[in-house]
């Protein structure tokens, strides 16, 4: 058998919002507990830097980046293992986590994992969107908080909240932006007003969204129902053209484009654990199947966070405690809350979700955003496959995106679909005129991330099953 490092009641992964609930709440009623993350620092990505940038504490991050402090310092009594700079590569059938870490590989015993890797961006395949010079507005954002730059005179384009915090904290900086181009249409904002009542319970997180949107308004061009976008450039971006309803097709010049579609759950781990996952139409990706604690198809392992439903920063931490007592119930009842306290919790994660229905509708991408528009624009980043390659790959022997890898090998690079994932599904789906379901996701395998060869001889024993 491979060698294992100890063995841990509870190993929680990702050590973002609710990954550090989980692991605190679990530390604190006495289970051996591990927590391991990839970053070298504590915080995911909402509380990126934050131990570094709390003390300097620049105004234009905002209240809701330093609302993490608490959990932080929190964090500063956490009675458990902590493993920065860890990457989790698989979860095998028997529960242990195969990780490398200071450049070996090993594997680590476990009684139940709580998986908190978050959401990543959706890929926003327009035409250029390649192009140095672009990248998303998360990406921009991570400049802002781990190393205080940015650059000048961007464009950001898409939708949702994040466009716009990211946009407002880049004008508090100091750093010009060129314009803000909004995709949201008059049919997202239909669909979303039926849920509008729902969202006045989150009264703070609307004045938020609109306090940015006044800054955005204030101090740059502010562009709504933009239908259609292109990125022009030989060997980088030079400049941004789009089109607008009723309106004539317009063009920017700018050397910096951010791009933003909203996010999606992070389900490469999930997928690869062979857990089960459903299609969500309303938010149009692939999420894992959990119960109201978090629990997924293997009653060992739980998703906390985003990973599980986009919710937020403040739902995301609710949901790692709740995972985390929901194991406890289940090694140490004696150590559990009581149930008043755990009904307390569930029924503010529904407060917290109050805006959800509405803001999910809202900015839910349009198949113009969703879909390459022109021939040549690249699918697959990985493997360099365009529309017109995917294209050429369907047919009656394709089926589904496993299908298409043999023809076009789209999918087959080192990320394993992260980025083309839903836009393979969906032209597949397009063109069989089948539902997205039906059409079904990458088959994930291990290792969800590169590891090395010398990493894997590190381990002692047969490869991990």
């Avoid at 293997?298 to 985390?324: E, F, K, Q, R, V």
């Amino acid at each position: 058998k491979a060698m294992t490092i100890n063995h841990y009641q509870v190993a929680v992964i990702g050590a973002g919002p609710a990954g550090l609930r989980a692991a605190i709440t679990a530390a604190k009623a006495g289970l051996t507990t591990l927590l391991i993350d990839d970053q070298p620092a504590i915080g995911g990505q909402v509380y990126r830097n934050l131990a570094h940038n709390k003390d300097a504490a620049p105004a234009y991050l905002g209240s809701g980046y330093f609302a993490g402090t608490r959990l932080l310092a929190t964090f500063s009594q956490f009675d458990g293992v902590y493993w920065p700079q860890t990457t989790v590569w698989q979860i095998t059938n028997d529960r242990q986590i195969a990780i490398t870490r200071n450049g070996s590989a090993a594997l680590v015993d476990t009684d139940h994992i709580v998986i908190a890797t978050g959401a990543i961006e959706r890929a926003m395949p327009v035409s250029g969107w390649t192009l140095p010079g672009v990248m998303t507005v998360g990406g921009a954002q991570t400049l802002l908080k781990q190393a205080a730059v940015g650059a000048e005179d961007a464009v950001f384009v898409g939708n949702g909240p994040l466009l716009y915090l990211t946009a407002a904290q880049y004008i508090r900086a100091g750093l010009p932006v060129r314009a803000v181009l909004d995709t949201t249409g008059p049919k997202a904002w239909r669909a979303a007003a039926i849920h509008a009542a729902l969202a006045l319970f989150q009264p703070a997180m609307l004045t938020k969204g609109l306090s940015w949107l006044s800054t955005i308004r204030r101090h740059t061009r502010y562009v709504t129902g933009v239908t259609a976008v292109r990125i022009s450039g030989d060997d980088a971006a030079t400049a941004i053209s789009f089109d607008t309803a009723g309106g004539p097709s317009e063009t920017i010049d700018t050397d910096h484009v951010f791009l933003h579609q909203g996010v999606i759950p992070n389900i490469n781990l999930t997928m690869a654990t062979g857990l089960d996952h459903v299609w969500d139409r309303v938010n149009h990706c692939w999420r894992p199947v959990v119960d109201q604690t978090g629990q997924s198809s293997n009653p060992a392992i739980y998703i906390a966070g985003d990973g599980g439903g986009i919710a937020g920063a403040a739902a995301a931490a609710l949901s790692g405690a709740i995972a985390a007592e929901a194991i406890i119930r289940r090694v140490k009842p004696a150590a559990a809350a009581p149930l008043t306290a755990r009904l307390g919790q569930r029924l503010l994660l529904l407060h917290q979700g109050a805006a959800r229905p509405f803001l999910d509708r809202l900015y839910h991408p349009d198949p113009p955003f969703r879909l390459p528009l022109s021939d040549d624009t690249i699918v697959c980043r990985c493997e360099s496959v365009t529309k017109a390659d995917i294209a050429a790959s369907l047919g009656d022997a394709v089926a589904g995106p496993n299908q298409l890898k043999a023809f076009c090998r789209a999918g087959m690079g080192r990320c394993q679909g992260r980025s083309c994932g839903l836009i393979v599904q969906e032209m597949i789906a397009k063109d069989r005129q089948q539902t997205m379901a039906d059409t079904g996701y990458y088959r994930v395998r291990p290792p969800v991330k590169p590891v090395t060869l010398a990493e894997l001889a590190s381990l002692d024993g047969p490869w991990p099953g």
